[in-house]
């Protein structure tokens, strides 16, 4: 009986010993195909904040998994990066931009000034964000750049992919552009004279649409015969200005294109209208976000300005042209729009 007593002490012994050893910690996985859709180069614009989205593919991986950029180094001799990883002061949204405030003051109290590195990775997706530096510091094409490396960690595992090469841009302060992204040197585009002859001339931006429009009873308007020019006027402004010169560079009156939805052209405030041009007070960048709303699609802010007349034989003819366009450095601005020929605004 003692002896049956004695062998059950010892396995008792050995469960309560058993069960106070703590068990190896189960890894997560980290598949050793976990990878991103790298590109051959990053070449994000200067002056202006963007999200890369990379497509990282887990493979199966366990989250959570934590993201840092590593070894970020110049290209070119692969010494280190520090204006990398220097501080700057950009404006960050603390409340979402929905296209509905009613004033600037409603639509900067929705964004701070805070301090960033240039270039960062979210470390839950691995997405790079781009913040809003300026190119005196950062190395831009055609210097080689950067190369850097990604760290990717989840519980017990690690990985490090490596040779990212990012290449970034100098700024380009609006578009459409006319001048290559690259060289900066100016666009050339061809036209034609009243009897078909081609000729080459430095490019000039042009609207997006012409619809209906008429220089004569008979002769519509293309698109090489309507110019856009984008000006930066003022510095410490936040204004945007849309005038309309003829063949002459005389100032047509924005009040003949009466068709224009005025309040609802860009998201501006405080409207001023002359005989001359039309004014907004505005929030800069325009578009402020990526988000489509009644003033911006696809990333561009998007602007319509019609007028209707009577035409031949008394039926109604409506025209119209438009301009999707983007401007990316605060200050006073001015979009004109140059008429090669005189706008047919009477009725036939």
Same mark, same amino acid.
């Given at each position: 009986?003692?002896?049956?007593?004695?062998?059950?002490?010892?396995?008792?012994?050995?469960?309560?010993?058993?069960?106070?050893?703590?068990?190896?910690?189960?890894?997560?996985?980290?598949?050793?195909?976990?990878?991103?859709?790298?590109?051959?180069?990053?070449?994000?614009?200067?002056? %202006?904040?963007?999200?890369?989205? $990379?497509?990282?593919?887990? +493979? =199966?991986? !366990? @989250?959570?998994?934590?993201? &840092?950029?590593?070894?970020?180094?110049?290209?070119?001799?692969?010494?280190?990066?520090?204006?990398?990883?220097?501080?700057?002061?950009?404006?960050?949204?603390?409340?979402?931009?929905?296209?509905?405030?009613?004033?600037?003051?409603?639509?900067?109290?929705?964004?701070?000034?805070?301090?960033?590195?240039?270039?960062?990775?979210?470390?839950?997706?691995?997405?790079?964000?781009?913040?809003?530096?300026?190119?005196?510091?950062?190395?831009?094409?055609?210097?080689?750049?950067?190369?850097?490396?990604?760290?990717?960690?989840?519980?017990?595992?690690?990985?490090?992919?490596?040779?990212?090469?990012?290449?970034?841009?100098?700024?380009?302060?609006?578009?459409?552009?006319?001048?290559?992204?690259?060289? %900066?040197?100016?666009?050339?585009? $061809?036209?034609?004279?009243? +009897? =078909?002859? !081609? @000729?080459?001339?430095?490019? &000039?931006?042009?609207?997006?649409?012409?619809?209906?429009?008429?220089?004569?009873?008979?002769?519509?308007?293309?698109?090489?015969?309507?110019?856009?020019?984008?000006?930066?006027?003022?510095?410490?402004?936040?204004?945007?200005?849309?005038?309309?010169?003829?063949?002459?560079?005389?100032?047509?009156?924005?009040?003949?294109?009466?068709?224009?939805?005025?309040?609802?052209?860009?998201?501006?405030?405080?409207?001023?209208?002359?005989?001359?041009?039309?004014?907004?007070?505005?929030?800069?960048?325009?578009?402020?976000?990526?988000?489509?709303?009644?003033?911006?699609?696809?990333?561009?802010?998007?602007?319509?300005?019609?007028?209707?007349?009577?035409?031949?034989?008394?039926?109604?003819?409506?025209?119209?042209?438009?301009?999707?366009?983007?401007?990316?450095?605060?200050?006073?601005?001015?979009?004109?729009?140059?008429?090669?020929?005189?706008?047919?605004?009477?009725?036939?």
């Amino acid at each position: 009986m003692k002896c049956c007593q004695n062998f059950w002490s010892v396995i008792l012994a050995v469960l309560v010993l058993a069960s106070c050893r703590k068990l190896p910690e189960k890894k997560d996985y980290l598949s050793k195909n976990a990878n991103f859709d790298k590109k051959d180069v990053y070449e994000p614009f200067m002056g %202006r904040t963007a999200l890369e989205q $990379t497509n990282f593919n887990a +493979d =199966g991986s !366990s @989250y959570p998994m934590i993201f &840092t950029v590593e070894n970020m180094r110049r290209k070119k001799d692969g010494a280190a990066a520090p204006e990398l990883s220097e501080k700057i002061k950009v404006q960050q949204w603390i409340r979402d931009y929905d296209g509905y405030e009613k004033t600037l003051e409603e639509i900067e109290k929705k964004r701070i000034w805070s301090e960033k590195n240039f270039f960062e990775i979210r470390s839950g997706s691995g997405d790079f964000i781009f913040w809003n530096a300026s190119s005196d510091k950062i190395r831009t094409y055609p210097d080689s750049g950067y190369v850097f490396d990604i760290k990717i960690v989840n519980k017990g595992n690690e990985r490090v992919i490596k040779d990212f090469w990012l290449r970034p841009l100098k700024e380009v302060p609006y578009e459409p552009y006319e001048y290559n992204m690259y060289t %900066r040197e100016r666009k050339q585009e $061809t036209r034609q004279t009243p +009897d =078909g002859k !081609s @000729y080459r001339v430095p490019y &000039t931006i042009h609207p997006g649409v012409i619809q209906n429009m008429y220089y004569t009873k008979d002769s519509l308007f293309t698109d090489t015969l309507v110019s856009v020019y984008i000006q930066k006027t003022g510095i410490k402004g936040h204004s945007l200005t849309f005038k309309f010169v003829d063949q002459h560079f005389n100032p047509i009156d924005p009040a003949k294109f009466g068709q224009t939805k005025w309040d609802e052209l860009v998201h501006g405030f405080d409207r001023q209208q002359t005989t001359t041009g039309v004014t907004y007070q505005v929030a800069y960048p325009i578009p402020l976000t990526s988000l489509n709303t009644k003033y911006a699609a696809n990333g561009k802010a998007r602007v319509s300005f019609g007028y209707s007349r009577k035409g031949f034989g008394g039926g109604r003819v409506d025209a119209n042209f438009g301009l999707d366009f983007a401007i990316y450095e605060p200050g006073d601005w001015t979009i004109m729009f140059f008429f090669r020929r005189d706008p047919l605004f009477e009725n036939d």
